[in-house]
């Protein structure tokens, strides 16, 4: 079946330095979605992308999906201790209703 | 708008027992899902439907069972609860369309079978 995998699967950064998470997946995707769960929360939506080297920004926020669509990375520039939490990446093969979590980064900030 | 609504929170089984978790949502959302979160594994999909009467096993089905009789519930019932199914529960929902939808969690139900 379908497997996403994340790295890293941790990630300590000092405040205002930038932080990257990867996402591979065993199949080529229709799309992929990123949510953020915070410490003790529920995972929250905050994109989508769904073309073939598509880039995507939310403020400090950078968000690509692959050419062959089978990966994805998240990139978080100058990171505040507003960004902790833990970043997973979700696809979903063509034709199939089933979103597919990776393994997710855990980010924490060091002040 | 409540959004998705999971009970109980909290939940301390023994093992053998049964229990429902009950989900809710008030979006007219047509896919609902159920979700087990353990460290280092990420969200796996237990269940999931993708309208009324309408139900499909996901990545680790085994050990749960699930129905849906109306579009707004989706409850989870383990039948003999094991420690293996000590998790966090999130249950979670979207509009019909796969290609557009994200997914809207609950708070999540934490599950303690001893």
């Known amino acids: 079946g379908q497997q996403v995998m994340q790295i890293p699967q941790y990630q300590h950064v000092q405040e205002g330095e930038d932080f990257t998470t990867y996402c591979n997946s065993s199949?080529?995707?229709?799309?992929i979605q990123w949510y953020k769960q915070r410490p003790g929360g529920h995972p929250v939506f905050l994109i989508q992308?769904?073309?073939?080297?598509e880039v995507k920004k939310q403020k400090r926020l950078t968000f690509q999906f692959g050419e062959a669509k089978k990966n994805s990375s998240l990139h978080i520039t100058a990171t505040q201790t507003t960004d902790v939490g833990t970043y997973f990446c979700?696809?979903?093969?063509?034709?199939?209703?089933?979103?597919?979590f990776g393994t997710g980064t855990r980010l924490t900030i060091i002040p | 708008n409540a959004g998705v609504t999971q009970t109980p929170k909290f939940q301390v089984l023994k093992t053998g027992q049964s229990m429902t978790l009950q989900c809710a949502q008030d979006?007219?959302?047509?896919?609902m899902s159920w979700y087990r979160q353990d460290p280092g594994m990420g969200l796996r999909l237990i269940h999931y439907?993708?309208?009324?009467?309408?139900?499909d096993q996901g990545e680790v089905p085994n050990g749960y069972n699930v129905s849906r009789s109306t579009t707004e519930d989706f409850p989870l019932r383990l039948l003999s609860a094991a420690p293996s199914q000590t998790s966090v529960y999130f249950c979670?929902?979207?509009?019909?369309?796969?290609?557009?939808?994200?997914?809207?969690f609950g708070e999540g139900s934490r599950l303690t079978v001893l």
């Open positions: 979670a929902s979207r509009t019909g369309q796969a290609h557009t939808g994200e997914l809207f």
């Open positions: 199949t080529t995707l229709s799309n």
């Open positions: 992308l769904v073309k073939s080297g």
């Open positions: 979700a696809g979903r093969s063509f034709g199939n209703e089933k979103l597919t």
């Open positions: 979006m007219n959302h047509e896919y």
């Open positions: 439907s993708v309208g009324a009467g309408i139900t």
